[in-house]
């Protein structure tokens, strides 16, 4: 990259290091820990200590060379990198260069989320001409890879985030989640749309874009119309439980009180081909965008973007398809409304893979 300069009298590695460009997930700055990779040598990125991949340089054994520059693993540990590749500036000793911090594997998620790749040949939408006017034109969006969290986010885990004081009290009172015990593992609800976003900041994740949302639900196939495929959810049966969706209108489930546990196991049906539960029912799903009225029109209503649908008896089959959408008010808030959070894959070039 640059040419090598002469270390001066103060030693730069003293000086702050700035990040340019990063291919990598960042290391976990709350209780999640996003051990998702393995270095060169097979070791993951904690057991090897952000470990280098093996030829990247030969002067890792300490934390400076012997000209007093840098070395890979304290560069990757001062970028706050697990792992993947980043171009940094400067090394201590007044050189641009790029630094490894090893491979990251997507198949190798963080802690209780699933990878779905990147597409750019998704078709979104409806082409159905029954189809809600909400859900058309049909259309290509380019989606980049990203993780996504397996469950809805629990109660437990949001009170967890409130106790951090990184996250405000969700509503109480009917059927609302937060502060019953016996529902730590259902998914947290009656949250608004801000709480939303200040939970998934707390554990460095944002809530997902709409076009990902619906990628994840439909398992990247655009003719897929329930996460699980095309057969109605009235018509699901689990030989392992009697909550194979978590949803009133199926008759295995009955007369739903209140929203189901997202730790069911193999009961619940309501799962995509990359293993992401209740995309379709138990509660529905704040995310990132704004609505509009239609894909043609732009997003600038106020309201936020809800998808997927809910516990609640009065929601139809077709609203618990992987096209259907919903909005509300960002402080809006409902018995039958949560969230997931999701983590981009990102590429050297600042997009996504």
């Given at each position: ?242 909550l194979p969706v978590c949803w009133s209108g199926n008759p295995d489930a009955g007369a ?98």
């Amino acid at each position: 990259m640059s040419t090598q300069h002469s270390p001066p009298a103060t030693p730069r590695h003293l000086l702050p290091i700035r990040l340019f460009l990063v291919t990598a997930a960042l290391a976990a700055t709350s209780a999640t820990a996003f051990v998702a990779c393995t270095t060169g040598d097979g070791r993951t990125a904690a057991d090897a200590g952000y470990g280098d991949d093996a030829g990247d340089l030969a002067a890792d054994a300490g934390a400076f060379d012997a000209q007093g520059c840098r070395d890979n693993v304290s560069l990757c540990k001062a970028a706050n990198l697990v792992c993947g590749t980043a171009l940094l500036f400067d090394d201590g000793c007044g050189r641009d260069r790029e630094v490894n911090c090893g491979h990251c594997i997507p198949g190798s998620a963080p802690v209780g989320m699933s990878v779905m790749a990147g597409s750019t040949v998704f078709r979104m939408g409806n082409a159905l001409p029954t189809g809600s006017p909400t859900e058309k034109p049909q259309h290509v969006e380019t989606i980049g890879g990203f993780w996504i969290d397996i469950h809805e986010v629990s109660t437990s885990a949001y009170t967890a985030c409130v106790a951090a004081k990184a996250c405000t009290p969700a509503r109480t009172g009917g059927t609302c989640n937060y502060g019953i015990r016996t529902r730590s593992t259902h998914p947290i609800n009656c949250v608004d749309w801000y709480q939303a976003n200040a939970y998934c900041s707390y554990r460095g994740l944002r809530l997902p874009t709409e076009p990902e949302w619906e990628y994840a639900a439909r398992g990247g196939v655009a003719g897929r119309a329930y996460p699980w495929g095309n057969q109605s959810p009235v018509g699901l049966r689990s030989d392992a439980g009697d909550l194979p969706v978590c949803w009133s209108g199926n008759p295995d489930a009955g007369a739903l009180k209140s929203t189901c546990p997202t730790d069911r196991g193999a009961e619940n049906l309501d799962k995509s081909s990359t293993g992401v539960f209740d995309l379709a029912a138990n509660v529905r799903e704040w995310t990132l965008d704004g609505w509009s009225p239609n894909y043609a029109s732009p997003r600038a209503s106020v309201f936020r973007v809800q998808r997927g649908g809910g516990w609640f008896a009065d929601v139809t089959a077709e609203s618990l398809n992987g096209l259907h959408r919903s909005s509300n008010l960002p402080t809006g808030t409902a018995a039958d409304v949560g969230f997931r959070c999701l983590l981009p894959l990102v590429a050297r070039d600042g997009g996504t893979l």
